[in-house]
């Protein structure tokens, strides 16, 4: 088996806040052998929520996760469920996948949080929900004048009304920083993830899933019209198998997903709570998740605590060296946007994963030349409510049910150049970024 990071990247999620907000709990480890109708790789958003949706409707299945509940992207996240999911813009959606095809890309986008929105709830899950929609802020003059100008086709594409923030009004809402203006888009809201993956896995086993934790796939084939899937102690012998790794995937597991998702680093910190002088301070009192307009966006909201969380993309590089650097960055950067808590103890500090793929646009749907086999990938740092949905729509497909969402979605993604070397092709990216966002 093989990842691309580091081991580092994979291991240990350091002070991630979400862990201490949520009762610990585990799965059983697999030990022994199991047949069922579905097996699911990978216990995230993704996988949970096909689990879920195929419990509900009698099938038998099995759910292996290589680590502890939570481990990766799932819990690690900044909690923002909203829009997103792809990198490609509208006018390369219409020129690739026909005419149109940005206007169900958006659909399938709002489909996404209102199927998270339904579960929640459906379910009367209690988890820290916060936020009326996301706010996006300028970060240059130019940036704002290109949200007025973009206003009318925002509202068109997904059918609301977009409300704009010239300057002047930003310090009234609490939204204070060095920004140029900014948009609030009425769809979306903010969660505690760990609270979520919780309640999803809770309501799974309910309905007869089965979820095993620490039973990473050490190999997996095909045997007549079933998978056998291998693990340390065990095996499952499953008619179809979902993966739903994301960016934590392998790249031989199957080796069709070698070179297929270029997985990046997001580092997030959390401060100790902030008293409502220390809010008023900085500006920042109100409770809106937001983002900036820089390529290399931030990420930030306040929490219901009154702690302060703040996010940025990460580097390419997992070591000890290339991640001192990382946090010596995100602490430069959380300072010089809020000097007010340049000071301010921060408490938690941790990274994750995020997954691209080379054709900008997620993969769900069956892998080619491998019957019985389905994958949900590649989510672009929205994984929250596109791997939710994704989860689901890899279930319909499982189930033989035509998913609600763009046909095109199943279309196999190419492979990046460069093989394992691959994460080289984001260090020019990442240089030309940073040249624009000046």
């Known amino acids: 088996m093989s990842r691309l990071y580091e081991p580092a990247a994979y291991g240990p999620q350091g002070a991630c806040f979400w862990a201490g907000t949520v009762t610990a709990g585990d799965w059983p480890r697999l030990d022994g052998d199991l047949t069922v109708d579905v097996a699911v790789i990978g216990g995230g958003f993704t996988g949970l929520n096909a689990a879920l949706h195929l419990a509900t409707r009698g099938t038998s299945l099995a759910m292996l996760e290589a680590e502890h ?3 990766g992207a799932s819990g690690r996240n900044g909690g923002f469920c909203c829009l997103g999911g792809s990198k490609a813009p509208a006018a390369l959606l219409n020129r690739r996948f026909g005419q149109g095809a940005a206007q169900g890309w958006a659909e399938a986008e709002k489909a996404a949080v ?41 509202a068109a594409l997904y059918g609301v009304t977009p409300e704009l923030h010239p300057p002047g009004d930003l310090a009234a809402r609490g939204l204070g920083g060095p920004w140029h203006g900014g948009m609030t888009l009425p769809i979306g809201f903010a969660l505690n993830p ?27 084939e095909r045997d007549g019209n079933h998978w056998r899937l291998t693990t340390a102690r065990g095996t499952v012998t499953a008619g179809k198998v979902i993966l739903a790794t994301n960016g934590y995937s392998h790249e031989t597991l199957p080796p069709w997903l070698r070179a297929r998702t270029l997985p990046l680093q997001s580092n997030v910190i959390v401060t100790r709570p902030l008293s409502a002088a ?30 302060f969380l703040f996010g940025m993309r990460g ?33 938690h500090e941790w990274s994750g994963l995020v997954c691209l793929m080379r054709n900008l646009v997620p993969f ?14 590649g989510f672009h740092g929205n994984g929250v409510a596109m791997g939710s949905y994704a989860g689901r729509l890899a279930a319909d497909h499982v189930l033989g049910n035509r998913p609600e969402a763009p046909d095109w ?11 394992r070397k691959r994460r080289l092709l984001m260090a020019p990216a990442y240089l030309m970024a940073e040249a624009f966002d000046l």
């Open 114 to 154: 209102a199927h998270v929105e339904g579960l929640i709830d459906r379910h009367r899950w209690q988890v820290d929900r916060h936020s009326q929609g996301e706010t996006l802020l300028a970060h240059k003059p130019r940036a704002y004048k290109a949200l007025c100008s973009e206003a009318d086709e925002t």
């Open 409 to 419: 979605l199943a279309t196999p993604p190419p492979r990046f150049p460069l093989g």
């Open 194 to 220: 760990r609270k979520y993956h919780a309640a999803l896995a809770g309501a799974a086993i309910a309905r007869g899933a089965r979820l095993f934790s620490h039973s990473p796939v050490t190999g997996m």
């Open 315 to 347: 580097g390419l590089r997992a070591t000890p060296g290339a991640e001192a650097r990382l946090s010596r960055r995100i602490r430069s950067d959380f300072a010089r946007i809020f000097p007010a808590w340049k000071n301010v103890e921060i408490t």
């Open 69 to 71: 509940p939570g481990w």
């Open 278 to 307: 220390e809010q008023e301070a900085a500006g920042w009192w109100s409770d809106q998740m937001a983002y900036d307009t820089r390529l290399l966006l931030h990420y930030f909201r306040k929490l219901p605590d009154g702690r």
């Open 364 to 377: 769900v749907g069956p892998v080619p030349d491998h019957p019985g086999l389905f994958a949900a990938l």
